[in-house]
């Protein structure tokens, strides 16, 4: 009850912000970002287009990185309108494809600028059952699997970077309180989801894809910390807002749902303010594998605390990766277990099959 009371008011955390900080007051302490370049996926719209505003109104160079190039060019533009010295590129991509990831990394790096800050916005909720292009659930490719693999080719460049500048890097995974909303064993889940193999349940399978941002972070900080890299990893959620995600559903229901709710809503700069604070206060220097709300960190939930989960994540993602390749489990349910020596071990009561060339796809 006391920590409803203190959303509804806005009352400051131990960071000395709250609920209704927003994105520009959290940044007041980094006026000067001018040494620093961030991508940004999803900043077309919604939490994340506030994110690039601000960071470029503080002088930070951007990358956003779109699906559709005519949206990320308006967007740019309204960010110059504001902002007219900032530098801003836009790049394709499309995390629902592995290949458009790689290609947007190679594209990146062809540029041979610094990244200091990524920050891994982008968020999909597919209100029907589809399939990526690699054959993965809609909502898991696109929300945590592009995005694990766009981090994971562009570790190096962010810790040589780090060394170079002297400036600490940073990863920001935007997930969502939603990912307490799962439990169970997600492998088995995934699994029977991707082969419609059960009723397609939209808000799961998005709790589902949350999860996996929370768990990533984790099991980034520690890979991180073990590269010697001075580079961090956190994980936010920005609170409760109606942006696009949202109002792809609108209806009576929702309608309802929202203005019930009205009260524990955010605005978009209130609910940016918590990704721009962990992306660049010097309060949160060496701090990472931490979640945080309303710019203070927080607790995840049970399963999202879990480090051994979060490593088994990391190597079967490493596996749904691997490029060129189609990863089926046919007429199976396959149970995967993280051995001590940290492989992984299988048993499953049908076939599991690879399909590919070979390549492993780490770039």
Known sequence: MLETVKYLIGSAGQSGFGSKSTA???????????????????????????TARVLAKRGARLVIAARSLKTAEEMKNRILAESPLSEIIVLPLDLSSLSSVRSFVSRFLSLHLPLNLLINNAGKFSHEHAISEDGIEMSFATNYLGHFLLTKLLMNKMAETAVETGIEGRIVNVSSSIHGWFSGDWVQYLDLLTRNKIPYDATRAYALSKLANVLHAKELAVRLKEMGANVTANCVHPGIVRTRLTRDREGFVTDLAFFLARKLLKTIPQAAATTCYVATHHRLRGISGKYFADCNEASPSSPASNLHEAKRLWLMSELLVSSPLAFRLDNSVACIRLCQDDSLSWSCTGDVRFVGNGDDGRG
């Open 24 to 50: 520009e007051a959290v940044t007041t302490a980094c006026l000067n970002l001018h040494q620093i370049t961030a991508i940004i996926t999803g900043a077309t719209s919604g939490i994340g287009a506030e």
